[in-house]
Each structure stands twice: as C-alpha cells, then as structure tokens.
C-alpha cells in the first residue's frame, strides 16, 4: 500500500460514485455531497495531478472564443468569475489584461466589439469594463507598439482550487482516494447497483464497492474507462490537446498581464507568477501519447519565446527557462481541423442502463475549469433522475475551506494574518493568504516565531506545513507539495528538494488530526 492511502471497507454503497479527482470530479463530489448524497471519489494519482494542475492558471471568459461564436459558453464563464472571487477570494483575485494591438492581425473594430461583448455578455459586480491604452516611452512593449485595450478576468491557483473542492466535499461527508485506480465497474442484474472494483496504486489489493450512480469525471482517460472498466463503447471521442507553458525570472512590472495576439490567430499571456516569475503560455497542438507522459517540446518553447519576442523589447532566450509544464486537455472532439478552435464547452451524457431500477452513468467530456461550479451543478442535476428528492446546490453561495462570508478579499485575509503573527516572515504570510485563506491559523497556531514552525526544508516551507498537507490535503511526495499544493519548487534547490524527499519517506503513513 502507498503511503498515505486512505482504506476503505469491503461492499460499501454509496449513492455516487466519482472516478477522476481533477477539477470536475471533486466538483461534482463537493456538489453531491453538499446536497446530502454520499460520495466517495477515487483519483489513480494525485488530486489535480494531471489537466487540473497544468492550466494557465486564469478563470476567464474566454475572449477568443467570441471569434467561435461560443457565446453561451463566454456568458456562462463570465458570470462564473463572479462567483467564483466570492466563495474563493484567497484562490482567485482580479487580474488585469494588456491587450497590444496589431492592425495587421485583427483590426480595430473587431477588438472593440469583441470587448463590448466581453463586457455586458453578463454582470460585472467587481470587476471593471475595457478601454483604451496607448503606450508611452516607459513601455517594455517594443516601440512600433503604440496602443493597445485593457480588460479584466481573474486569476486562480488551479492545483489549489482542486484540493478546496475536495475538502468541502470531505466535511460534507465524501470520502476522498487517492492513488486508487478504478479497474472494472458492472451493474448488478439483481438490484442494478454499480459494482465497482478499485485497486490501490503500486498493489495488487482490490476491494469492491456499489454504488446508485456512477460518475465518469477521468478527464483524458474518461473515453479509455469505457473500453478498460466500464466494457462498453464511448457515446463520445475525446481529443487530447496539449498546451504547455513556461516560468522565466520577472521582466514585467506591476500586477498586470499580457495577451499577445500572433499571426497564427493564436493567443499567449504573459502574466504575473509567484511574485518574482512570468508565467508564459500556451500552445495548442494535438497529442496522441500516454496523458501522464506529457512534456513540452522544442517547437513549443520556440514558438512561446518567439510570440513573447515579437512583442517585448526584453529579449528571452532558453537560458532564460527555470520551469516548464504541460497538460492535456481533453476536448470533446468536435471534428475541427484547427486545435485552437475545438470547443471548450461541455457535454454531460446518462447512460441509463436497462430498465427504470437500473443505475445511471454519467460522463462529462471536455470542459474547462472557470465553469467547472456550473457543470457540477448540471451534472449532479442529471442524477435527479435516481434521487427525485434532490435539493437544489448552494455551492454559488457557500465559501470553499480558507474563505469566509466575513473576509471577501484576499487582502483582508493578509491584513488578519499579518495581525495575528506580526513576526513571521511577510513573504510566508503573502503565501499562505493566497494558498490557505484561514485556513493559515490552523496550520501556524499559535507560532510566534518561524523557531516553533519546526524542521525548515528551505525558503518558507517548515515541518509544520508539510504536516498539515499530509494529513488534511493527502500530499503525499515531495512533488505533490511543492508542485501542486504549493509553487515552492521554484524557490528549493535540489538539495533542498531531495532532503524534504528523504525526510517524508522516513515518515509514518499520515492521519488526519482534525475532524
């Protein structure tokens, strides 16, 4: 057994049953569980290890997708900003936009509509409209760059809006597995339940659980399940899109980032990373590889410097790289020839099986994560069809972990923080208002200094952290907690990064110390 892998008991029933623990699953897990369902999710690897952790890390409406003609999908992820800064203010905070304009690419007028679109498709509570810009002799932009437009979205940690999701499901009752692979799943012809058979990672263990509905959130394994443990054909294909991206040293200043229009109708951002990096991305080119052995390649780091370097007059080079990664996203294939013009909507399919007692399936294909909330709520919705007294959601209303109704803005949880442990370093408290929300107190207690925070591993990471991520947030390697539930890996050096490995392989397996 891994370490740190939850156990469960033989012949279990729940009422759903999620495979996948990305940003859909443990939505929907959240969602399901909120509404008085019981839920246990099992994710193969880690939560948010694969797509969910690997995006360009904005909640936004999608302004390219105006040129698709994608307007319910721009609406739908446009209002969902707005919610989203609320039940998650210390995950997701306003970003600002810097639009260069290129004649030669999409003229004027077409940007313009675009933005006014942008700006009334839905209600903006928080975050304010478009306008011109134009760029004076202070500009990093290069000089034949003279005006541009602004406009904002909204920024997220993607691996960390994961892990709130699962926690919310876990303190409404869900239980949440990791490294738990599901490997065949059957209705059961005497009471139409879902038999479902799951095996821990690195084991030959298996266990067998029901289940009154089933839920197909694998993300870019969602149509391989149906071939490997469901024994039946996918309704839908799936296209595996890769989109990679890299982290250079800061070059630009201020809070705000950039869309770069290219000649390929395609858009890269620059935008503002773990306060001393750009974030640089991203591609989109069609993979047919293994999902979990995704990377970026040659052509894709030149083609990112050379769309950065067209627009920049700060020239960027390889040497310039300290970290790249690369996700895919699983697509619902919608036959386009053009990778950047398949669709980012959804598709939700039941399977109802055979007869009215038998239990459903539901599959999600595709999707992006500033709707996940909505396709959680829709999917969940589906399941009425097994559970007629269903309650509505309340997750547009309720806080996830480290938010409250109180504090609403990032910066009012910094300002408690810094009140509370006035003589902790300011960087950790930076990190840890945006990572945790208050959840903070309970990782620092009552700390006064970083002497009571135990075993320093390097820059802000102590013993006391890297336990509380082992018991309450199922890190388990070092890579789960300094790629996923924090960025720290671009601030420990192999040295470190390899004495925080050797540490936690000496540690016993983690239990959760809180309810």
């Known amino acids: 057994m891994d370490k740190g892998t939850p156990t469960y008991q033989l012949n279990e029933t729940y009422d759903v049953l999620v495979i996948g623990g990305g940003i859909n699953g443990t939505g929907i897990a959240a969602d399901a569980s909120g509404r008085g ?3 246990l999710l099992c994710e193969q690897g880690d939560l948010g ?8 890390k904005l909640v936004h409406g999608g302004l390219r997708y105006l040129e698709h003609y994608e307007f319910r999908l721009v609406r739908e992820a446009l209002a969902e900003r707005e919610v989203l800064l609320k039940v998650a203010p210390h995950l997701v905070r306003p970003l600002r936009f810097t639009l260069p304009h290129l004649p030669h690419l999409r003229p004027g007028w077409m940007i313009r509509s675009g933005l006014f679109l942008y700006d009334n498709l839905a209600d903006r ?11 004076g002799v202070s500009s990093p932009l290069k000089p034949h760059i003279r005006k ?11 691996a960390r809006l994961v892990i709130a999701n699962a926690q919310a499901a876990r303190e409404q009752g869900a239980r949440i597995l990791r490294n738990t692979r599901c490997i065949r799943a059957l209705r059961v012809a005497d009471d139409g339940l879902w038999q479902v058979t799951l095996q821990q990672a690195g084991s030959d263990t298996t266990q067998t659980v029901r289940a009154r509905s089933l839920v197909n959130a694998a993300g870019p394994w969602a149509a391989r ?3 490997t443990a469901l024994e039946q054909t996918s309704p839908h294909q799936v296209r595996l899109i890769k989109g990679s991206h890299i982290v250079v040293p800061r070059f630009t200043e201020g809070e705000g980032a950039f869309i770069l229009q290219n000649s390929d109708k395609r858009i890269v ?9 750009n974030l640089i991305g991203t591609t989109d080119k069609e993979y047919r590889g293994d999902p979990a052995k995704v990377a970026i390649d040659q052509d894709e780091i030149d083609y990112l ?7 920049f007059i700060r020239q960027l080079t390889p040497a310039d790289i300290v970290h790249t990664y690369s996700g895919v996203r699983p697509l619902l294939d919608d036959e386009s020839s053009d990778p950047s013009a398949i669709t980012r909507d959804y598709t939700l399919t039941l399977d109802r099986g055979e007869g009215e007692q038998s239990a459903p399936l539901l599959s999600v294909f595709g999707g992006k994560i500033t709707t996940y909330r909505k396709l959680a709520v829709a999917a969940v919705n589906k399941l009425q069809c097994q559970f007629p007294a269903l309650p509505p959601s309340h997750t547009a209303q309720r806080p996830l972990p480290g938010a409250t109704a109180e504090l609403t803005q990032q910066g009012a949880i910094l300002a408690l923080l810094q009140k509370l442990y ?3 370093p300011a960087t950790m408290l930076r990190r840890f208002s945006r990572s945790y929300g208050v959840l903070a107190i309970r990782i620092l207690g009552k700390a006064r200094t970083t002497d009571e925070l135990g075993r320093h591993f390097g820059d802000t990471l102590y013993e006391t952290e890297v336990n509380y991520l082992r018991q309450e947030e199922w890190a388990i390697t070092a890579e789960d907690i300094l790629w996923r539930r924090s960025k720290l890996g671009l601030r420990l050096d192999t040295q470190q990064q390899t004495a925080l490995t050797a540490w936690l392989e000496q540690q016993p397996a983690a239990q959760r110390t809180v309810a």
């Open 269 to 277: 951002f620059v935008l503002p990373f773990e306060e001393d990096f």
């Open 125 to 135: 509570e928080t975050l304010p409209a478009s306008r011109k810009q134009r760029f």
């Open 422 to 424: 006035p003589q902790l």
């Open 49 to 56: 290890g694969a797509t969910s952790s690997a995006s360009s």
């Open 305 to 311: 410097l050379g769309v950065v370097n067209n627009h």
């Open 37 to 39: 369902l019981s839920v």
């Open 148 to 158: 541009g437009y602004s406009y904002s979205d909204c920024w997220v940690d993607d």
């Open 225 to 227: 399940l149906f071939d």
